[in-house]
């Protein structure tokens, strides 16, 4: 089993930046492909983008160019960079993980951690 953690979140202007990061603790995080999900007010949680154990990414379309998923797993750490941020990114940003990275993608992940609001003024 794996806890998450995330951490990053805050208030930023529109076009600043942010980088969110998921600290795990229990199984080490490079068993498990890794994901961020986002949820605004009113809305149905979406995919953000996902990587897999090996590295290979997955990114929602309006995220593709200003945001970047990575992870580093002697840190056993994942992080999301997020640029060119847009009042649109608003939202409770949540990472998942799971054994199987089409799993993350779906949002039916095996775990979650308990979100990081990050709010872009116009």
């Known amino acids: 089993q794996v806890q998450l953690v995330e951490s990053g979140g805050g208030l930023v202007q529109t076009g600043g930046s942010l980088r969110l990061s998921c600290a795990t603790s229990g199984r080490a995080v490079s068993y498990y492909a890794m994901g961020w999900f986002r949820q605004a007010p009113g809305k149905q949680r979406e995919l953000v983008a996902a990587i897999s154990y090996a590295g290979i990414t997955n990114y929602k379309d309006s995220a593709k160019g200003r945001f970047t998923i990575s992870r580093d797993n002697a840190k056993n750490t994942v992080y999301l960079q997020m640029n060119s941020l847009k009042p649109e990114d608003t939202a409770v940003y949540y990472c998942?993980?799971?054994?199987?990275?089409?799993?993350?993608?779906?949002?039916?992940?095996?775990?979650w951690g308990q979100g990081t609001q990050v709010t872009v003024s116009s």
């Open positions: 998942v993980a799971d054994d199987r990275l089409l799993t993350v993608v779906r949002g039916t992940g095996a775990y």
